[in-house]
């Protein structure tokens, strides 16, 4: 048995466990938490390539799966990164009763969840770019439901992840095959033309954004948030792989100078077009695109610290993202009419627990002191020094904007009580709720529980990281 | 000129004509015939400079493909016309010229030096690139989901024509043929969503 194939099966049924619990989410979103948490475990702790047996039995289970004449491959180079992927998808399924999702989100989930695993897996690993398409295809499904039938967003996310993956595809078959190298520069230039548009789409830079915003307009929060997250994730250990990869990408300054200033651009561009959003779920996607700036910032060091502080604000930004979700998937439950975001005027007064939640996770998201995502961006604002004078103040000066938009928010949840009683929320989302802000809180506090492990994530990439 | 370089060239200019019919139908089951030629082609394409192997999987990927969304769009009513978009132009005249003006710009392409790069034959680069950038206009020009969906097989169609060469492994025909079949998939719930919650109001 090889552990490709093992992971393949365990969320084949997993997936088909979620398909058959469908009208009863509370157990489907269980079962396809617990079931994705064990595998992220399993993966991560499993011994590869050696024989050993259980209660008498033995076992040896192997690192490759030969696909085609290519291989899905689980070495210590992924499976951090692969572990990563489900520990992400356990949280989000966690919550995910609570959110009044389309009933096979917990079939399609996962095997969304799989494609992007496979595709830190496969070798040569430019081929991700197929299987990151190919869990795009499936996400499409999760954005446009029966419930949420508008098409907008997920159309120019599938017209984008298309264009992305052939600019990916096409620079990697040149990066092997026309020998670019350090002293090649014109030709250097030309792939990380390719490269970069490949990636802008995958995590979502600005103007390849713009499926982000519309589909949190139209679509269900939870399910945009669930994709976003998982593209993003992938998208990143996909270009920390290229620069593990090739000598010549790593060692040009000239690509890390460009990566900080689109990372500075996509950040002021998120906080600027969030705070001037009337509609909630737009004002959180362009928060969502302004951290993507501060990782990309991060990334833009291009120091060993600075890759691993990446991985950290991914880790938190998928705590806040969640917790924001779920607490606005219960606030809607409250709003008029469910207007999708536009009219959340005295909501507070109806829905505090709720509230609190979304506000707390939108703080955790824009980086505010004693929440999840605050660490990273001192810790960022440290590494850049007196150097980069001008960069740190750019990401205190968005960083204030963006609360300034969730104060706005909540000054808006608060500004008129439109009467009726506050409604008990029930006990499972209040339990949830409590947990979650707890969550980003501690985070916040104590950030040596989540950065330094989510940091290993990226340690099998050992010319990156090992600094060599 | 060889009896294949004659034959690819015929063929680079049936791509070329299906692209911009394409973009020029309006009834469904128009668009559905045209796409199924263009595979034809493709894959006429792909055997004068590949295998016929590798042609007649792309070939079967093609019909498989168009079978899947001739049943969605059977749903709908194949002789119907789409509703014309009430942001983006769309009149014929309007996307006869820029199906042209891509046309011309993919040739220019195609003879360019950044083509030599790719070490591709000419006549495979001026089919791939016509074709991508066709796609890439109806994706461009229409927000109908099979508007999009065409659009997007068309522009996969053109870059595998010039990928097969490049990097001519199983595992890619393959990995195509998915994405191919996943794309056509997506398209046909897009298109039978669309038709049951919004009936007239776009365009499907």
Not at chain 1, 306 to 333: C, D, E, K, S
Request: proline share 4%.
């Amino acid at each position: 048995m090889s552990a490709p194939i093992l992971l393949f099966l365990t969320t084949v049924l997993l997936a088909g466990l979620g398909f058959a619990l469908r009208r009863r989410p509370l157990y489907a979103s269980l079962s396809s938490s617990l079931g994705a948490l064990a595998i992220a475990l399993f993966m991560l702790f499993i011994t590869l390539d050696e024989p050993y047996s259980i209660a008498g039995l033995s076992l040896k289970i192997s690192s490759q799966y030969q696909l085609l004449g290519r291989s899905l491959v689980l070495t210590d180079v992924n499976r951090a990164a692969v572990s990563f992927m489900y520990f992400a998808g356990a949280f989000a399924f966690g919550a995910a009763w609570t959110a009044n999702l389309n009933r096979y989100f917990y079939s399609l989930g996962p095997a969304t969840l799989f494609l992007m695993a496979a595709s830190l897996m496969i070798t040569p690993f430019v081929f991700a770019a197929i299987f990151i398409e190919l869990a795009v295809v499936g996400a499409i499904l999760l954005l446009i439901t029966p419930e949420y039938p508008a098409m907008r967003g997920g159309l120019r996310l599938l017209a984008l992840s298309t264009i992305g993956m052939l600019g990916i595809l096409l620079s990697g078959w040149m990066i092997e095959n026309t020998g670019v190298t350090s002293s090649t520069p014109q030709l250097a230039r030309q792939v990380t033309l390719f490269l970069a548009v490949g990636f802008a789409v995958l995590m979502a830079v600005p103007p390849f954004h713009i499926w982000l915003p519309n589909s949190a307009e139209e679509s269900n929060l939870y399910s945009v948030a669930f994709i976003s997250l998982l593209m993003q994730s992938a998208g990143l250990f996909f270009l920390l792989r290229f620069l593990n990869s090739y000598v010549w990408l790593r060692d040009n300054q000239a690509f890390f100078d460009g990566m900080k200033v689109v990372g500075l651009i996509t950040l002021i561009l998120g906080g600027a077009w969030s705070i001037s959003q009337r509609n909630f779920g737009k004002a959180v996607a362009y928060a969502m695109i302004a951290d993507v700036g501060i990782m990309l910032s991060a990334l833009g060091l291009g120091e060993v610290d600075g890759f691993r502080l990446a991985l950290g604000l991914l880790g938190t930004r998928m705590v806040g993202v969640i917790v924001l979700v779920m607490g606005y998937n219960q606030l809607l439950r409250h709003a008029p009419q469910a207007d999708f975001g536009y009219d959340l005027r005295g909501i507070a007064y109806r829905a505090p627990l709720a509230a609190a939640t979304t506000l707390i996770g939108m703080l955790s998201l824009v980086g505010f002191p004693i929440t999840a995502g605050f660490p990273g961006r001192w810790a960022l604002i440290s590494l850049m020094g007196g150097d980069q004078l001008i960069e740190g103040l750019i990401i205190v000066a968005v960083s204030f904007i963006l609360v300034l938009t969730t104060l706005q928010w909540a000054y808006r949840f608060l500004r008129t009580d439109k009467g009726g009683q506050p409604v008990e929320m029930p006990f499972g989302p209040r339990l949830l709720s409590y947990g979650g802000i707890i969550i980003c809180v501690v985070l916040g506090v104590f950030p040596q529980i989540i950065y330094p492990w989510v940091g290993e994530a990226a340690s099998g990439l050992l010319q990156l990281i090992g600094g060599t | 000129m060889t009896f294949f370089e004659q034959a690819s060239i015929i063929l680079d200019i049936g791509v070329a004509v299906t692209g911009i019919l394409l973009i020029l139908a309006d009834r469904r089951m128009s668009i559905m015939i045209i796409l199924a030629v263009q595979y034809l082609l493709a894959s006429l394409l792909v055997w004068a400079t590949l295998s016929l192997q590798v042609a007649a999987a792309r070939l079967v990927t093609g019909l498989v493909v168009t079978a899947i969304l001739v049943l969605a769009v059977r749903n709908v009513g194949l002789g119907t016309r789409f509703n014309r978009s009430r942001i983006l132009p769309s009149g014929r005249p309007f996307r006869l010229i820029s199906a042209l003006l891509i046309a011309v710009a993919a040739v220019g392409i195609a003879r360019g030096p950044w083509v030599e790069i790719l070490e591709l034959p000419q006549v495979v680069s001026l089919g791939a690139l016509v074709m991508a950038g066709l796609g890439l206009l109806q994706v461009g020009l229409f927000d109908a989901p099979l508007r999009i969906g065409v659009g997007l097989l068309t522009i996969l169609t053109g870059f595998e024509i010039a990928y097969g060469i490049i990097e001519p492994s199983l595992a890619i025909i393959a990995l195509f043929a998915l994405v191919n079949i996943g794309i056509a998939l997506v398209t046909s719930y897009l298109v039978m969503l669309a038709a049951e919650k919004f009936g007239d109001e776009v365009g499907i």
